[in-house]
């Protein structure tokens, strides 16, 4: 007869996940201040919500391998069957489990449109010295290899 193993103890992967539902929440308030100062422009806030979103990932980060780690222990290496064992086991640590996916998604999220705003924001940015510059994207030509290139033409504003 096949001994079946022991249940694992949930309680201490519960409680990572519990933290990391509070710390996701943080990390999301964070990341919308950070998008209130992205489209405000207020850089100074700005600098230090990025010090705060780097605690907060840091922490994420560090709680994450230390469920790894435990799920390791218990020979659950695989998310999919670690999933499927606690729901099985512990469906109230499978339901924290799912929040706290579903709380890291929502920064994941929060996070990729703060980069978009960063993104346009420099792309602007260079616009605007181009044109301080003289450059101008009318100006950009092809060389006999087909390779774009900046024209020589215009003047530095400074030079107008």
Not at 51 to 70: D, F, P, S, T, Y
Request: with cysteine.
């Amino acid at each position: 007869m096949k001994a079946t193993p022991p249940t694992p103890d949930w309680s201490l992967f519960d409680r990572a996940l519990q933290q990391d539902i509070v710390r996701s929440e943080k990390l999301l308030a964070v990341l919308l201040g950070e998008r209130k100062a992205l489209e405000t422009r207020d850089y100074d806030d700005l600098e230090n919500l990025i010090a705060q979103k780097k605690n907060w990932v840091e922490l994420l980060e560090a709680n994450a391998a230390q469920r790894r780690h435990w799920l390791s222990q218990q020979g659950l290496n695989d998310d999919f069957v670690a999933l499927k064992a606690v729901k099985r086991q512990a469906p109230e640590v499978a339901a924290h489990w799912e929040t706290a996916a579903a709380a890291w998604r929502e920064c994941q999220t929060a996070n990729h449109v703060n980069e978009q705003i960063c993104r346009r924001t420099r792309l602007v940015v260079e616009r605007v010295l181009d044109i301080l510059r003289g450059q101008t994207a009318a100006s950009a030509t092809y060389d006999a290899k087909g390779y774009s290139q900046r024209g020589q033409g215009g003047r530095i504003i400074s030079n107008a």
